[in-house]
C-alpha cells in the first residue's frame, strides 16, 4: 500500500504553529521506519541466494509494516479503515510475489486499492455521512455540533453540503491520481521475473520510491481539499475557522 492513505488521516487540532506531540512524532517516525526504511533495506540488500534469498526476504520484509499496523491497531483499539486497508495490501503482496504472478497484478493491486477510496469518497457523499468528514474533518478537529448548530442557524446547511460535495471531488481526485501513479510506478520498476533476487530489489525500489513520487502530489490535493473547506466554513457561518476547531 502506497503511504498515502497512511498520511490521510494527521490531523491538526490548532491551526498555528506549533511543536509536534512525541506521539505525533514517534508515529511519523514508525511509519517512515517500518513501512518504508527496513522493508527497503531488506528487499535490496537480502535478496540474493547467499543472504535471505528472493522468497524469505519478501517475508522478513513485510513483516516490519504488517507487524506495526497491527502493534497500531491494539494500540489505538480502534478498527482503522485505513490500517486495515494497510495490513490487506500488505497481504497481498506477499502473496503476489511468493505465488510468482506477473508484476502485471501487482501493478493492479496498487492500483486498486486507492481507486477503491476514491470510488468510496464519491459514492457515499450522496449519503448523510460523507467520507471526506471522516477523511479531513473529523470529529477530532472540528466541533461538528456547534458547527452545525450554527449552519442551522444561517439556514445554510445545504449550502455548505454543497462546498463538502466540492471538496470531495478534490480528495477523490487525490485517491485516483494515486491509483495512476502506483499502477505507473509498478509497470515502470517491476520488470524482472517474479521469485528472482532481481524482482525482489525491484520491489524495494517501488516501496522507496513510493514516498516522493505518490505521497507528495496526493497530499498536496489532500491539503487542498482541507484549506478550502476551512475557507468555505468561515465564508458561510462569517466566522474565523478556529471558532469550529477543537482545541
Known amino acids: 500500500m502506497s503511504e498515502t492513505e497512511s498520511s490521510v488521516k494527521e490531523q491538526v487540532s490548532d491551526p498555528s504553529p506549533k511543536k509536534p506531540s512525541d506521539n505525533q512524532q514517534s508515529g511519523f517516525f514508525g511509519n517512515l521506519v517500518f513501512n518504508i526504511a527496513i522493508p527497503v533495506l531488506i528487499m535490496t540488500y537480502a535478496s540474493s ?6 522468497a524469505w526476504s519478501i517475508v522478513v520484509a513485510l513483516a ?23 495490513i490487506v495490501s500488505v497481504l497481498l503482496t506477499g502473496g503476489i510475489s511468493l505465488l510468482k504472478l506477473p508484476a502485471e497484478y501487482m501493478a493492479i493491486k496498487e492500483a486498486t486499492i486507492p481507486a477503491a477510496i476514491g470510488l468510496a469518497v464519491l459514492i457515499t457523499q450522496f449519503t448523510k455521512k460523507p467520507l471526506v468528514k471522516a477523511l479531513i474533518l473529523s470529529d477530532a478537529l472540528v466541533n461538528w455540533e456547534k458547527l452545525d448548530a450554527k449552519l442551522e442557524e444561517k439556514n445554510a446547511t445545504a449550502l455548505f453540503n ?7 471531488y478534490i480528495v477523490a481526485g487525490s485517491f485516483f491520481l494515486s491509483a495512476c501513479l502506483n499502477y505507473g510506478l509498478a509497470k515502470w520498476i517491476l520488470v524482472s521475473e517474479p521469485g528472482t533476487s532481481a524482482y525482489t530489489e525491484e520491489l524495494g525500489r517501488m516501496t522507496a520510491l513510493s514516498y516522493p513520487v505518490i505521497v507528495i ?31
Do not use: C, W
Open 49 to 54: 541466494d547467499e543472504y535471505l534469498g528472493p
Open 162 to 168: 454543497s462546498k463538502v460535495a466540492i471538496s470531495s
Open 64 to 86: 516490519f509494516p504488517l507487524t506495526y499496523g497491527l502493534i497500531e491497531l491494539k494500540k489505538t483499539k480502534k478498527v482503522n479503515l485505513f490500517s486495515v486497508l494497510g
Open 217 to 247: 502530489p496526493s497530499m498536496i490535493l489532500l491539503i487542498t481539499a482541507l484549506v478550502y473547506l476551512f475557507k468555505q466554513i468561515s465564508k458561510v457561518t462569517g466566522d474565523p475557522v478556529e471558532e469550529y476547531l477543537r482545541q
